[in-house]
């Protein structure tokens, strides 16, 4: 519970500290007169957001301290934060904005804090009865009340990977879209392989072409170098050799002309050698036109596919149809791949089915007693003839489950039971709401409840009965009501009032705990403004009890 509550430099709160009470605590004052500044400086240390127009130029900080139940010890640790049975929760609000939160003096985000916040009170204003309407708030009432905790933390891990699942699954596919379809890169990797490329064999393709497309002037020039090297008279073999003999002759008689008859000799077989290899190659020549369509058709249709592939050069075939040949593996390892992701999805898919079947048969345990609770403190709160139901439909997963819940409302006895949106006055809203907390105060799920102005479209007999089970709630919870109602405001066992006083041409709000005979001025005010009689004084000393 709350135990106590500081503030420095809030708005027009200067320095305040309060110390909170168990039961049921009241506030009043009048209006305008600063309560809901009270709740705002609260609202920081919740996690709420700083609004800059409270700022008043100077560090503001507020401090709230708790006292918790060793329960809130494994929430703490997870959000790595130090525990402490008398918890202390800081922010301060720097005079150029800045804010930091902290949590018994460890930094903490605010996340951290609305997560506590969570966990240690329920702010309810009038403006909260729209939550009525709500299909996840009343799943979350029908939770609560049930003690569904864990069974809704399993449901929601299950929806979880099921999230997860899918979005697997659909990235993998939109990574799978960008590439080309199997079927055609199949006809690629075949177009391909059907002409088997092999590196550097295009420039052996165009040298085979060119001889047999050349050959009848190859043959006539190797024919026309055979008749100079080889003819019968005047050949240049046939003059050399002749050299060569009368080089031999003149080595005999002169020495020095050896070298020059050796010289000759290796010319002559060299010369010999070339004439014979020439007449070889002009044996092998032959005109093959078949062979030269065979060149010119595969030379063609490697050029079509070089061209195809955008290669600089037809060498570069083979490498292309090895890139091909992986993609193609590449996705013949997607479709594994993706009925793997396909087989996790439907895993995922039939443990939250099963989790939420766990859930909703929990829900409509629950639902009958969660009914039978809020009847009977609706008949207590003078509603007599009132009819009021919840229904639970199923739909699709969401992150709340598969069930869509409906309330249904009669305020008249005899009448059919509508959707209570329909059907409810803001009045008769206020007190569904307020039935609805005094039902979830049994479970102590929360440790504080803040009613402001829970009140509103009440009065008289009515506002007797809400003081009554206000009281009654305070019994579980520690209870803090913000009223405009003198029957509430003397159901207190603690009583504030907030009024706003001038120091310096400088306008401040207070609060102060009020004495008996301070709460029964106050309590007059209230039942007859600001002129208060004597008969109103009695009314509130009766409604107190003091008489």
């Known amino acids: 519970m709350l135990t106590r509550l500081e503030i420095q430099n809030f708005a027009l709160i200067e320095s305040l500290e309060l110390d909170w009470k168990s039961g049921l605590t009241v506030i009043t004052g009048e209006t305008g007169s600063g309560k809901s500044i009270m709740l705002g400086a609260l609202g920081l240390i919740l996690g709420q957001r700083a609004n800059l127009q409270a700022a008043t130029g100077k560090k503001c900080v507020v401090e709230g301290y708790f006292n918790l139940s060793d329960r809130f010890q494994g929430f703490f640790d997870e959000e790595n934060l130090d525990f402490d049975r008398q918890t202390i929760i800081r922010r301060e609000i720097l005079p150029g904005g800045k804010s930091r939160a902290f949590v018994n003096d460890t930094p903490a985000t605010l996340e951290q804090l609305r997560n506590i916040a969570d966990r240690l009170i329920d702010i309810h204003s009038q403006d909260d009865t729209r939550l009525l309407t709500q299909a996840s708030f009343q799943l979350e009432l029908i939770d609560l009340y049930g003690g569904h905790s864990s069974t809704v933390e399993n449901y929601q891990k299950s929806y979880a990977l099921w999230l997860a699942a899918q979005e697997s699954l659909r990235l993998f596919r939109e990574q799978l879209g960008g590439a080309e379809d199997e079927n055609y890169l199949q006809y690629l990797v075949d177009e391909l392989e059907a002409i088997k490329p092999v590196e550097n064999e295009y420039e052996k393709l165009e040298e085979e072409w060119k001889a047999l497309d050349n050959v009848t002037e190859i043959r006539r020039g190797i024919g026309a170098l055979i008749d100079l090297l080889d003819a019968d008279d005047y050949g240049m073999l046939e003059r050399l050799r002749l050299a060569v003999s009368e080089m031999d002759k003149l080595r005999r008689i002169h020495q020095a002309s050896g070298e020059l008859h050796d010289r000759l000799q290796s010319t002559y077989i060299e010369l010999k050698d070339i004439s014979d290899e020439a007449f070889s190659l002009s044996e092998q020549i032959q005109d093959d036109p078949q062979r030269l369509i065979e060149l010119e058709t595969r030379m063609s249709a490697l050029n079509t596919l ?3 592939h955008h290669c600089a050069s037809v060498d570069e075939l083979s490498g292309v149809l090895i890139r091909l040949q992986q993609k193609l ?19 995922c898919e039939a443990q939250m089915l099963k989790a939420a079947m766990v859930l909703r048969n929990a829900r409509l345990k629950t639902v009958p007693e969660l009914e039978k609770d809020i009847l009977k403190t609706l008949h207590l709160l003078n509603f007599s003839g009132v009819g009021f139901s919840i229904q639970l439909e199923e739909k699709d997963c969401g992150p709340d489950g598969a069930d869509r819940s409906v309330m249904l409302f009669s305020a008249n006895k005899g009448q059919p039971l509508r959707p209570i949106q329909k059907v409810a006055s803001g009045g008769e809203k206020s007190r569904i709401m307020l039935a609805i907390k005094a039902a979830l105060a049994k479970t102590k799920s929360l440790p504080t409840l803040i009613f402001d102005e829970i009140d509103t479209g009440i009065g008289g007999e009515t506002a007797a009965k ?12 520690q209870l803090v009501a913000i009223t405009h109602l003198p029957q509430i405001a003397a159901a207190g066992q603690c009583h504030w009032r907030v009024y706003k006083e001038v120091d310096n041409d400088t306008t401040h709000t207070n609060i102060k705990a009020l004495s008996d005979i301070e709460r029964t001025d106050e309590l007059a005010r209230m039942l007859s403004g600001d002129t208060t009689s004597e008969a109103a004084r009695e009314n509130a000393r009766v409604l107190l009890g003091l008489n």
């Open 466 to 477: 809400v003081a009554q089970l206000l009281r009654a709630i305070s019994g579980d919870v």
């Open 306 to 308: 070089a061209q195809k």
């Open 329 to 347: 593996d590449d996705i013949s390892g997607f479709t594994e791949k993706e009925n793997a992701l396909k087989k996790q999805l439907a895993d």
